[in-house]
């Protein structure tokens, strides 16, 4: 949670606020979202491979936590206090704050995706584990999300900005604690024994070969994309298309609300259907519930129903990558040897931020084609917006299917709690 409160209040808000309240261009802010989170293609990479040769009184994970919990704070709060400066120094600032907010999530999050495996080798425990961490993540973005308007309007008043700053300091003030408590709590029982020091490029080479770890990489890539575009266009959506503002409030925390209900529905579903077959069913059923949401619009109660069904099918997919990303470095211990936590866990980091960015980029680029103008807005920027929002979501659940179809095993822990997936 300590994580993900600052990155879906970003997620949420972070594009309207820079167009809507800044009032920078939508095509440039684009840009900003889309060249940051690009870089952290090498950024995530270097993380990754330090965690594997991190050796530390606390771990190999836990001290980035220690380190990394109080600048986090700060820079949530900066990213969202933009100067009244000049608009190309408002969008240098921009990048600044942003590219420094992604830094410091790679700092944290690859740790934390590493420590899962070293807490535990068991599918089982994986799966609980995973719903846990389910469970944080709902916590995080129903407060980033459905918290965030309603407390800029008690603290700041008619001054968004300074609202904005003040919601900042609050969700930075959670996450502070919630970070310094997974320090404390969290403890690795399992190491790779391998040495700290290696080649990165052949690292690199067999990460790239490891199937498991291939069809992880798409799969969350794809629901990040899809994540992406929903949360940075649900405000406009919800203004321009459905012609109710309250509805964000709802829409934005029901991804939330339908990831925490999955958090415990999900493991025992996919322990008896298993990764691939489960998530295969989940995804079509979304799929067919978008495509049919359009026919609902003109009843907000039926709407919101359909809606709610469709957030949930694909909410139980965000467990099973959690645990498909554990499953990965037994595969590449399996077929290498060793096992590379803290690379293998950088790469899915990437898919993550990667597939964010383009979501929400490629929704900022459509609002600067369409000629988008807060308060003037046009029938055909209307149209495109209904179009992005429903079409995006069928197209890439779609494409999750045939992605996930390729996962290489659906094996339970055996007797000594390994999985077994070199055997697939």
């Given amino acids: 949670m300590g994580t993900s409160l600052a990155y879906n209040m970003a997620s949420g808000f972070l594009l ?4 809507d309240v800044v009032r920078l261009p939508a095509a440039a802010v684009g840009t900003v979202f889309l060249v940051a989170r690009l870089l952290d293609a090498i950024i995530d990479m270097i993380v990754g491979v330090s965690v594997d040769r991190t ?3 606390w771990g190999r994970t836990r001290v ?3 380190i990394t919990a109080l600048p986090y704070a700060l820079v949530t709060v900066l990213v969202f206090k933009v100067p009244a400066w000049g608009q190309t120094a408002q969008l240098v600032y921009a990048f600044a704050t942003f590219k420094a907010l992604g830094i410091l999530m790679s700092l944290q999050a ?6 899962m495996p070293m807490m535990t080798l ?3 425990e994986r799966l609980k584990l995973s719903g846990m961490r389910s469970v944080g993540t709902s916590v995080s973005v129903v407060l980033g999300t459905a918290a965030t ?4 309007g008690l603290f ?3 001054d968004p900005q300074r609202g904005f700053v003040a919601v900042a300091v609050v969700f930075a003030g959670i996450g502070l604690i919630t970070t310094f408590a997974l320090f404390r709590n969290c403890r690795e029982r399992h190491d790779d024994q391998s040495n700290p020091r290696f080649a990165i490029l052949p690292a690199i080479g067999e990460m790239l070969q490891n199937r498991a770890w291939l069809v992880c990489f798409g799969f969350c890539l794809t629901y990040f994309v899809r994540f992406g575009v929903m949360m940075s266009a649900t405000a406009y959506f919800a203004i321009e298309v459905l012609r109710s503002p309250a509805m964000i409030s709802v829409m934005l925390p029901a991804v939330a609300g339908m990831l925490l209900l999955s958090s415990f529905v999900a493991p025992p579903i996919l322990a008896r259907t298993g990764i691939r077959k489960g998530s295969t069913i989940v995804l079509a059923v979304a799929a067919v519930l978008f495509a049919l949401l359009p026919l609902t619009e003109g009843n907000l109660a039926a709407f919101t129903a359909l809606y709610l069904a469709a957030c949930l099918a694909p909410s139980i997919t965000i467990t099973a990558a959690f645990t498909m990303i554990a499953e990965c470095a037994d595969h590449h211990e399996a077929r290498f040897g060793v ?5 293998l866990s950088s790469g899915i980091s990437l898919s993550t931020k990667v597939g964010m960015a383009l979501g929400t980029a490629g929704f900022a680029y459509l609002l600067g084609e369409v000629g988008y103008t807060p308060g003037h807005v046009t029938a055909s920027a209307r149209e495109a917006i209904r179009l992005a929002y429903y079409g995006s979501a069928v197209l890439l659940l779609t494409l999750q299917v045939g992605i996930v179809l390729f996962w290489p095993a659906d094996r339970l822990g055996d007797s000594r709690g390994r999985t077994p997936l070199a055997a697939a």
């Avoid at 309207?16 to 167009?19: A, F």
């Avoid at 690859?110 to 420590?115: C, G, K, N, R, V």
């Fill in 16 to 19: 309207y606020y820079y167009t």
């Fill in 55 to 57: 050796r530390s009184r």
């Fill in 110 to 115: 690859i740790p934390y995706t590493a420590l």
């Fill in 149 to 152: 308007m309603p407390l800029v």
């Fill in 339 to 343: 096992r590379r936590e803290g690379l």
């Fill in 64 to 66: 980035y936590f220690l």
């Fill in 156 to 158: 700041g008043g008619s």
């Fill in 122 to 124: 068991d599918t089982t």
